[in-house]
Structures are given as C-alpha cells and as structure tokens.
C-alpha cells in the first residue's frame, strides 16, 4: 500500500536550510521534512514546546562552553560554606576572579553587546533565583537579586562574583545593600564614579 502524500507550502528560505541539511545526513528532502514532522509531533504529544526546548538547550550548551557544570543545589550551597569557612578572604578573591574570567569572555567576544549577552545567559544560568534582575542605563548598572535559598556564605560569594564582572566591564560600585539571601548593587561607570566619588 502506498503513502499517501501532501503538499505544503513554506518560506523559500527554510526549505533552502532544510534541503541541505538532508543532503549533509545524505537524506532525501522528503524524508528530512518527514523527520522534522514526527519530532514535532512527538513533543507535542510529549507536552514539550519545541521552541522552548530549543532555547533550553541553547542555554545548556552556552553555560556548558562557558564553564559551568550541573551540581545539586544544597551540596553547591554546603560546598561553599565550607570553603567560606576554612578560607574567607581566599574564597571570596576566588570568586570575584571567576566573574573577571567570566566577563572577559563577553568583552572579547565578537557580541554586539557582551553585557547584554552577559546579561541574558547569567538570566537563564541562574533559573535557581526567583528574583534576578540587572537593569542597564548608558551609565549605571542596578542588580537585584533575592533567593530565600540562598545562605549569608553564598550571598557574600555572589557578591565578590558580581563585582568581578561589573569592574571588568568598566563599573564601580557605588552603592550596595547585601544581607542573607539579598544582593543590591548599583555601579557607575568609572570614570563617573570617580567623579563623584
């Protein structure tokens, strides 16, 4: 018995992607966009947004490239408190240097803009914080964020993180309110600090 067969119409574009996309898996046309169908039958059936998913992973392969790893979040909290502990001012060094390494990976990325870019994958890596927010203007940076999760040891952690990354991309604090599970920062860009200051 013989398949029966559609005909559909789609942007010229796409059917370009999708044409050489099967001749690279050394699949007919047909079958690529057969492939294409079932997969998104099957997350739909699933109950997956196929976007979202895909977005997901992006998000996943970025923090991947960009050094991170998947970590149970108490052992992370308890690990940190540990080194906090035996190492304060050792810890905290560690952790302001791990936002410079960070953040010098946007500066010298080919982003159009690396503190957007910075902003929005440190938005997706941290899906643990219910409250994330870094607000930009042409002068000033505003990062809130609150997570009742969060233990004074990590809070303080963040912090000298987040400094690292804000004076790597030309910020001074210039005002901050830190308490357990609370991070307030504002900065200014240093020469204007400096002004002010």
């Given at each position: ?133 870094i607000e930009k203007t042409e002068k000033q940076v505003s990062v809130r964020i609150i997570s009742s ?49």
């Open positions: 018995m013989s398949e029966k067969r559609k005909t559909f119409v789609a942007r010229q574009d796409l059917t370009k992607r999708i044409s050489e996309m099967a001749k690279r898996r050394g699949y007919s046309l047909y079958d690529m966009v057969n492939e294409v169908f079932e997969l998104t039958v099957k997350a739909e059936d699933s109950g997956v947004n196929l976007r979202n998913a895909v977005e997901e992973l992006g998000v996943l392969k970025t923090a991947k490239q960009a050094g991170f790893i998947l970590c149970m979040e108490s052992l992370w909290y308890d690990m940190t408190e540990l080194a906090y502990k035996k190492a304060k001012s050792k810890t905290l060094k560690s952790w302001f240097n791990a936002g410079v390494w960070l953040a010098k990976r946007y500066v010298t990325s080919e982003n159009a803009d690396p503190f957007e870019a910075f902003k929005k994958d440190l938005e997706a890596f941290t899906w643990n914080t219910p409250e994330f927010n999760r969060f233990p004074e040891s990590y809070t303080l952690l963040y912090e000298a993180f987040l400094k690292g990354v804000l004076e790597t991309f030309g910020y001074k604090t210039v005002d901050k309110e830190v308490e357990r599970g609370g991070i307030r920062l504002k900065a200014r860009k240093e020469a204007e600090a400096d002004e002010r200051g």
